[in-house]
């Protein structure tokens, strides 16, 4: 049976080890348990604007929280457990108008701050929080928000003569490195102890990145321009390449390759490679002991073509 339809349209998914939070179109949050699949609490909404990522963070989930037209970025950690409402855009508007700063934050935060500049990507490191900001720095702290240390954002020489500069677009934990890739397929490696760079450089690809994903066996994927899916190793050397001509939006390791979803179509890269079209847009994938499953943007689910067996000798390993 597929889990349970979420009854609102689907942004993005914040996955956690016991529980996944789920971003919806109007702003809205729910959670679905990370075994099971199904719903845990219906959709709330603390907070007023946009969340534009978030990572969990011990018995937390700091959330980032952007209001371009005030200019405003706030982070927030959220406890686990239900949500109260929080206040709404013409309450936003208001307090901002009047200086009002606390009453901004929602009210269920563990602790809430304003930031200078808009966060771009965050991970979860060892219990620690590792974010970077639009043109400020790197930063690590505790769950408490303390601070363990802060660095100078990496700088990477221009992709080719007259290129803007690098934005990051994401970061992955490997072992004690934090890995930091940009939208013009820069990488850089920074030690996670103290934030020092270990290496930097460029992808041997070209274009716009979108997506990274590592597994420990199967290596890298990265997807570029929406639509190139390329599988790396660990020097990150190219090792195989599809054009799928389609959007992607998620994938995960299974087996000796990877399932991944997107607009209108499923499929597998390795021994068991599938492509199948469908009539929605698959917007993230779970593992569940029955099968695969993508949840989709109209918030209802359906069944991935990659073999069972597959999944299951990638529980095994």
Known sequence: MPPDRLHKPVLMVIRGEREHVVIHSDDSISRIDAATLQRVSEPATPLPCEVTCGVHL???IVLCWVDRQHRIARMSAMPRGSWRAGIGRDSLRLALNENRVEDTHPADAIWSHELSAEPLAMASVDGDLVFCTLERGMYRVTARSEEVWRAALPDWPLAWPGAREDIIETMRQVDEIIWVF?????????SAEDGT???????????????????????????VDDERLLCLDAELRVVSEQALRRPINDAMAVGDGWAWTGWRLDGSTGPDRVAVEHSEIGVALFSRRDAIWAL????????HPTPVASLH???EE
């Open 58 to 60: 011990g018995d937390s």
């Open 296 to 303: 989709r943007n109209d918030g209802d689910w359906h069944r």
């Open 313 to 315: 000798s990638s529980e």
């Open 197 to 223: 760079i270990l290496d930097i450089g460029r992808l041997p690809v070209t274009g716009a990145l979108s997506m990274v994903r590592h597994d420990a066996r199967n290596g890298w994927l990265i997807v």
């Open 182 to 190: 940009t939208d013009t397929c820069g990488f850089a490696a920074i």
